[in-house]
């Protein structure tokens, strides 16, 4: 029995096409164990069995899609992990909703499986979150707002994300470079709007993620103007809820 290092949830409803990327990908990463599912309801059932390093989801499922199927376990709060889309449809929305819903990388079938596994891979070579160092700290904080948290990553010239989930299982994310805010999304909201309203989120949960392959700047400011900015909205818009 191989050991397994790290489980992928392959969701695919092409039984063909599904067994001939598996059957490629294991010879490519032998470390891996794929498992595969043909419906949402079928990979609902592994997400609840098993926790995953990684989703590979075709688009376009008989039940459903599966960047719906992404938002709802985001909205039960279910620990998610990076995802590739693949889909044989070219609907540009569907790339840009995949995007939000924190896809690393987007796939046009058919699928090349030699460079399909080079992208699994790097995926899987990645560190959920930065490198952890000998003289970092670990640990929870409280009472700290959305501003509070970037201008922490910001100072410590990050390199990573931030996911927010505000009670109601509204999800937004915060990307940095180099210790500067590229990139932000919720719902349609992308950029230095979607920044100033996660920015006035007041309580949920939050998480540090990798930054995808491929990530759009759509933020171009300094982080100091953006936050200003962010701030100054705060007060003109008075209380939130």
């Known amino acids: 029995m191989p050991d397994h290092k790290f489980n992928i949830l392959f969701l695919e409803d092409n039984l063909v096409a ?3 990327l598996i059957t490629t990908l294991s010879r490519e990463l032998p470390d ?3 498992v595969p599912a043909i419906t ?3 990979a609902s059932q592994k997400v609840a069995e098993q926790p ?3 989703f590979i989801l075709d688009i376009q499922l008989p039940d459903g899609n599966s960047i719906d199927f992404l938002d709802a376990l985001q909205k039960e709060h279910v620990s998610i992990p990076r995802a590739i889309f693949m889909t044989a449809s070219k609907v540009p ?3 840009q909703r995949a995007q939000n819903a924190g896809a690393v990388r987007f796939f046009e079938k058919p699928v090349k499986s030699k460079e399909f596994a080079v992208v699994v891979r790097d995926i899987l070579a990645q560190q959920p979150i930065p490198e952890k160092q000998a003289n970092a700290f670990e640990g929870l904080l409280s009472c700290l707002t959305p501003i509070d948290l970037v201008q922490l990553k910001c100072l410590s010239h990050a390199k990573m994300g931030l996911e927010f989930f505000t009670k109601e299982g509204v999800r937004g994310v915060v990307y940095f470079r180099e210790g500067q805010v590229v990139h932000a999304a919720t ?4 950029g230095e709007d979607a920044f100033c309203r996660i920015m006035t989120w007041k309580s949920g949960k939050i998480s540090e993620i990798p930054l995808p392959t491929a990530l759009p700047r759509t933020i171009q400011s300094n982080w100091n103007d953006l936050v200003m900015n962010a701030a100054l909205r705060m007060d003109e818009a008075g209380p939130t809820t």
């Open 93 to 95: 929305e569907f790339r």
């Open 40 to 42: 949402i309801k079928e």
């Open 32 to 34: 891996v164990k794929f």
């Open 187 to 190: 719902g349609n909201q992308t």
């Open 52 to 54: 995953f390093d990684l």
């Open 18 to 20: 599904l067994n001939f």
